[in-house]
């Protein structure tokens, strides 16, 4: 994989999928703004997205969405889906993949933060249908082995400095 400063870039961030890993590996949040810069490389930034799903029930999630914002990602939202019965949905999957394809034809390489070996067939398309250069950023232990080696590159997020923010015990 050649990084050149001229490669446009757009990055999909599954929020869910970083923060929970980040919380049961590590007991740890992620520093978005240091993830970005270290997965950007010196490279022009098309666009940065976050996917993340808001519930009635979680404190703070307002200040978390906002710190998102200020490390200069865009947000798509998506409310909690609760079922009879009480099972709880909260998916990005399709809309993620949709708009990397839509945004695809601006941007010479995608980089998808996600473990989810859902995205799969995305990696693939992405490379092979439409030729571009796919990069994966997640956590090794959580991180499906087929999408890592699907793609043109991996980063493990554990492995990048400044990444990891622990939470304080209270």
Request: no cysteine; glycine share 8%; aromatic share 8%.
């Amino acid at each position: 994989m050649i990084i050149h400063k001229d490669q446009r870039v757009g990055i999909f961030i599954d929020v869910q999928n970083l923060y929970h890993s980040a919380k049961n590996l590590y007991n740890a949040r992620v520093n978005f703004k240091e993830l970005i810069k270290y997965l950007l490389a010196g490279r022009k930034l098309i666009r940065a997205i976050a996917y993340v799903v808001k519930s009635d029930t979680s404190l703070g999630e307002a200040s978390f969405f906002e710190a998102l914002k200020k490390a200069g990602l865009e947000l798509r939202i998506k409310d909690l889906q609760i079922y009879p019965g009480g099972m709880k949905k909260a998916d990005w999957d399709v809309g993620l993949a949709v708009d990397a394809v839509r945004m695809s034809s601006g941007i010479d390489t995608v980089i998808l933060v996600t473990g989810d070996g859902d995205f799969l067939p995305l990696v693939d398309y992405l490379r092979w249908g439409l030729g571009k250069e796919v990069e994966v950023a997640a956590f090794s232990k959580t991180t499906s082995g087929r999408l890592r080696e699907s793609a043109d590159n991996f980063s493990s997020i554990e492995d990048i400095p400044k990444i990891l923010i622990n939470i304080n015990k209270k």
